[in-house]
């Protein structure tokens, strides 16, 4: 045998001629219950006040297609190297608004494969800690001081400078990003990091004397 019958054959022993139905039952079915727990894992971790149903459903189809693809791929060598071939010249240009919205369509995807591919404890362990992973990430940094807006309008005449004053007696820290001085009122916008204690003590801004209204802006875009 020559080496290029050897190498051909080596190829060829990693594709299965058949697909049985039971590798497709338990294949598409580990995808749809690790969508479903990736679907679980979005909606509690979610910063969205309203849910994105579009978004949803996409990740329980894309976990899906992918496993149907990879037991595609895995069952014939030329569907594999055609559907390579089909998939490079497609283009996706749908808009992603949050950056975590990225990373959920990439665990699905990769559930997909996973499932696909027989490798059911890898999709379940896979899951589990990166499910792990994301629910930590979420309650840590909800403990850190969040970007808001602080608008603040005083009366025609006071001097804007004390409402800076105050951020600093409180020790909280703050950005002035516009003072406007009108005929009837003066207004401040202040960049300010805040968390949930910390949202208390703005209470004091209100006490400052010629205080027209105090609003608070949260600028978070996830």
């Not at 979610?46 to 791929?73: D, E, G, H, P, Y």
Request: aromatic share 8%; with cysteine; glycine share 6%.
């Amino acid at each position: 045998m020559s080496i290029i019958d050897a190498f051909k054959n080596s190829v060829l022993e990693g594709f299965n001629t058949t697909i049985s139905g039971s590798d497709i039952v338990f294949g598409m079915c580990a995808a749809l219950l690790a969508s479903l727990f990736i679907l679980f894992i979005y909606q509690c971790t979610m910063k969205q006040t309203t849910l994105n149903r579009s978004f949803c459903i996409s990740m329980l189809l894309v976990c899906s297609i992918s496993a149907m693809m990879v037991l595609t791929i895995t069952s014939n060598l030329a569907l594999s190297l055609g559907m390579v071939g089909a998939l490079s010249i497609v283009r996706f240009r749908t808009a992603v608004k949050d950056a975590s919205d990225t990373a959920f369509l990439f665990w699905a995807v990769a559930a997909g494969i996973t499932s696909g591919a027989g490798f059911y404890l890898l999709t379940l362990l896979g899951c589990l800690f990166v499910g792990v992973v994301c629910i930590l990430s979420v309650v840590l940094f909800d403990r850190i001081s969040k970007p808001y807006l602080l608008v603040v309008r005083l009366e025609a005449g006071k001097d804007p400078n004390v409402v800076e004053a105050v951020l600093k007696q409180l020790n909280l820290k703050h950005t002035l990003s516009s003072q406007v001085q009108l005929e009837s009122h003066t207004e401040v916008i202040c960049e300010i990091g805040l968390g949930e204690k910390q949202r208390k003590q703005l209470s004091k801004v209100k006490e400052i004397p010629g205080i027209i209204s105090v609003s608070l802006v949260d600028c978070r875009k996830g």
